[in-house]
């Protein structure tokens, strides 16, 4: 009998095998060579397990076990209605079905020139030398963006053009409908100097079902670009959720982005920025409501390697029922790093005894001239509000949705663009309604 | 209205009110004054539903139902009103659209419509106006920020929106200026009604001159001391508690 891990790289390697004709790229050697090395890796290393200090708290058991289908079938579910219903106005609307694009689905609308927006697949097979190999490979190796590799198939490819501002969002709507289907989406989103936009990346699914969606999303900020990204992860309740998010930025740009963990039954988002140029500035919100068992987790990693860096981090979460929130929060500050600036807070709220939240700020500071600070706070309703509600009559399920609710508004209040602010308080009443039952 | 026969409550095994009878009948206006620390606040968050105390009586009735074991927002929509000594601020919650939830939650009870947002508003101006308190209060955070007295606004505001059947008072006079007395003492006594009743808890005798009571009884040591009219409140702003007798039940009839 082989073991779990033995037998989990062996299927994936036979998917490999049946599935590389079909991959798209496969005329690019450089690529195909990759994605065997990725393959080999993950042979060697398996997933991680809970022994791995980077996984802890999050069990991959189920990830492990689970043989997922590799490669979509043809959807024949009605998606127009999903579509109608999630599109945000004036956006640049990219759709992708069970993870490829699909153009009819899709309205880009009029881009301006200087922005290229198109499916990663088009890209590898129609423009492969658009296609920068080193951001495509760039990604810490680890499972996930190894897996990632090997099985790429299609996402966002985004390329700014100097000094090209968008001023619509783009918005990258992922539809999942397929049950025991593993979503390897890459997406591409390369601002170069002085340019900017606004991502909204947004994950949803038809249906209840299990499956995984694995996301990796390189990001290139060149000096002074700045992106607005979001991520609206709505998944199934009974789906998998891992996005690794690579952001590199150069002197003076400017990254922020912008969490919302709803969905899925088992979530894990990992942030990497890596300030590379001087004065660059990146600044992560996160906002995650956990119910029932579901498992939430955000890792963070703000490497600051040259000075004048500033970076800030505010994560939130409001967790009930019997489910389990993990924040790992990491800054490190090289020895160049001088009047480097990092502010780092996670605050929780558990509205049951039952759920769990496990946060650790993790500091690694090599220079000496640098603001660092941190906090972690994890609280429960507070009564004497619960009872001021309930002694004007409003009910104490209804009490305590609001005093959740304005705990987490905050992070809504604080996402500029305003269509998707409403979308986003849409969500969150949704997702409050169900915490509360 | 009221009726409250040998009420004893205690908390983490501290004895606090230690056997209070009161009865408060529809239209009255009852004062309850008495050293801090007596018990005064305890007995009406106690009346609102605050959980936490351990509470033994013969008897609390409200419109003749038996208050003890029922929910807090059920005793609100069933009419009682506490405006509190401290009122709690809430960040996040804007005034506005706690005013509107509370009173349709309490309108639902009643079976009367819900008020939409247009209905709302012309409701809370008008009782804006009453009050004397600026419209930028609604679209704060409730109590948040807000001065002493502006606080204490808010919550005859809340009263005067809600309109209960009885009111308790606690100091709702304490930190105000004279002027924002005189516009409280306005709001309550706008809802005195035959079919109402109102409990004011304060330590002056000020607010009694604008809202005049018909019974006055001294709260000293979890057990009122000693009731009486009007008379017994001016007594007490030239006298003092000191000759109060704390801690013995109180003297059959009034002094004055
Ligand atoms: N939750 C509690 N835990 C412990 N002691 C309490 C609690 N609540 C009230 N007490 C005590 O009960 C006593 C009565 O308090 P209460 O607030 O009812 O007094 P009060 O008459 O309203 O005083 P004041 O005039 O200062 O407002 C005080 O000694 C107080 O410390
Ligand atoms: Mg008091």
Redesign the pocket.
Known sequence: MNTPQASSASYYAAAYQRLSPLLPGGGLGWLTQARRAALARFARHGFPTQRDEDWKYTSLAAIAAARYDLWPAACVDPLAGVVSQRALAGAHLLVFVNGRLHPGLSRPGDLPPGVRLNSLAYCLEEQPASVDPLLLLGAAAAAFADLNLAFMADGAYLHLAADCHLAAPIQLLFIASQANLAIQQRNVLWAAAGSSACIIEQHVALGEGSYLTNALSNVVLEAGASIEHYLLQQESPAASHIATIDVRQQANSSYSSASFAFGAHLARTGITVALQGEAARCSLDGLYLTAGRQHVDHHTCIDHRQAGGTSRQLYKGVLSGASRAVFNGRVVVHPDAQRSDAEQSNRNLLLSDKAEIDTKPQLEIWADDVKCSHAATVAQLDEEQVFYLRSRGIEQAKARTMLSRAFAREMIDRVACSPLQEALDEALREKLRVMSC | MLDIRNLQVS??G?A?LKGIDLQVKAGEVHAIM??????????V?LLAGRE?YAARADAVLYQGAELLGMAAEERARQGIFLAF?YPVEIPGVANVYFLKAACNAIRRHRNLPELDAIDFLALIRSRLKLLGMDESLLYRPVNAGFSGGEKKRNEILQMAVLEPTLALL??SDSGLDIDALKVVAGGINALRSPQRAIVL?T?YQRLLDYVVPDRVHV?ADGRIARSGDRQLAIELERTGYADTPAGHPAPPASRA
């Open positions: 908390v983490d501290k606090i008495g050293p801090n620390g007596s018990g005064k606040s305890t007995l968050q936490g000594q606690d100091e808890v330590h709260l």
